[in-house]
């Protein structure tokens, strides 16, 4: 069975930064697609970075450009977000998942518990 474990998350105050780590058990994410999604309350789950199998390829959402930055290590199984400028808007609980291709922004598993991400003005 997949899990997705997120961690990382935490209170921090505007300008700040988080790293949070995404780490896979149950399937290995070499040769996948992996993205980090977020949900703030009252909201839809929105899409915030993905990254291709190799890794020379990523995208981002436009609200976080230039300030997230996602990375993997296959060889540790695990995906990463770097979380720069954070502003009040970043709050949300950030999940991880594999996605369907690189085009795509849908899920191939099921969520994880994800991580909360709280940030104070």
């Known amino acids: 069975q997949v899990q997705l474990i997120e961690s990382g998350g935490g209170l921090v105050q505007a300008g700040g930064s988080l790293r949070l780590s995404c780490a896979a058990s149950g399937m290995t994410i070499r040769g996948s697609t992996m993205g980090w999604f977020r949900q703030a309350p009252g909201k839809e789950r929105e899409f915030v970075a993905g990254i291709s199998a190799s890794g020379a390829n990523t995208r981002y959402g436009a609200s976080v450009k230039g300030r997230f930055t996602i990375s993997r290590d296959n060889t540790e199984n695990t995906v990463y977000l770097q979380m720069n400028s954070l502003t009040p808007e970043d709050t949300a609980v950030y999940y991880c998942?594999?996605?369907?291709?690189?085009?795509?922004?849908?899920?191939?598993?099921?969520w994880g518990q994800g991580t909360q991400v709280t940030v104070s003005s």
């Open positions: 998942n594999a996605l369907l291709n690189w085009v795509s922004t849908q899920e191939r598993h099921n």
